[in-house]
Antibody, heavy 122, light 108 residues
Framework: EVQVVESGGGLVKPGGSLRLSCAAS????????MNWVRQAPGQGLEWVSS????????FYADSMKGRFTVSRDNAKNSLYLQMNSLRAEDTAVYYC???????????????WGLGTMVTVSS | SYVLTQPPSVSVAPGLTAWITCGGN??????VHWYQQKTGQAPVLVVY???DRPSGIPERFSGSNSENTATLTISRVEAGDEADYYC???????????FGTGTKVTVL
């Protein structure tokens, strides 16, 4: 079964750091572009970051650039998001999502995880 | 940056048709995808590349895209279609994925 499972969420103080993980199974992980998408409580979907299958292409939403770092380990079928200098407005459910292609492109997000909650509060 | 605008809400009676629009500058030149998100659940892809359906998605879901508006059409609406719906495109100019503002579909 094709699936992705996020982990690593939790409560963190403003200015703190957190590392999210996404474990993939059931597909050839290195052949796919992987993404993080977040959703603040009661709000819409917001794309966070994208990394191509070989890590050659890495993109970030403007508000995350410089604070968040996406990476992947194809040997472990895993995607990561290192989040630093966290702010209250980063509070959200963070989803791992696969794009049906190897590089960031006009293909759709066809596989989603259940998400992991990140709460930034003192 | 590229902006996608959706109506906040759409209400429809069971058995009728719901149209959900997604407005963007020259969106007709882009490939549009649509996601359904039920309360407390992860999004699910329901239409991709303007009008194709993933396996398992009912034929009642269809899409179109022209000029400055893309549209998701839900025919013969059922109670189980009640959800938030989001459009999405790839903004190649800025190397960003963009989601629409979302539309809450209420089945009366």
């Amino acid at each position: 079964e094709v699936q992705v499972v996020e982990s690593g969420g939790g409560l963190v103080k403003p200015g703190g750091s957190l590392r999210l993980s996404c474990a993939a199974s059931g597909f050839s992980f290195s052949a796919y572009n992987m993404n993080w998408v977040r959703q603040a409580p009661g709000q819409g979907l917001e794309w966070v970051s994208s990394i191509s299958g070989t890590s050659s292409y890495i993109f970030y939403a403007d508000s995350m650039k410089g604070r968040f770092t996406v990476s992947r380990d194809n040997a472990k079928n895993s995607l990561y998001l290192q989040m630093n200098s966290l702010r209250a407005e980063d509070t959200a459910v963070y989803y791992c999502a696969r794009v049906n292609g190897a590089v960031p492109s006009s293909d759709a997000f066809d596989v989603w995880g259940l998400g992991t909650m990140v709460t930034v509060s003192s | 940056s590229y902006v996608l605008t959706q109506p906040p809400s759409v209400s429809v009676a069971p058995g009728l048709t719901a149209w959900i629009t997604c407005g963007g500058n020259n969106i007709g030149s882009k490939s549009v995808h649509w996601y359904q998100q039920k309360t407390g659940q992860a999004p699910v892809l329901v239409v991709y590349h303007d009008g194709d359906r993933p396996s398992g998605i009912p034929e009642r879901f269809s899409g179109s895209n022209s000029e400055n508006t893309a549209t998701l059409t839900i025919s013969r609406v059922e109670a189980g279609d009640e959800a938030d719906y989001y459009c999405q495109v790839w903004d190649s100019l800025n190397d960003h994925y963009v989601f629409g503002t979302g539309t809450k579909v209420t089945v009366l």
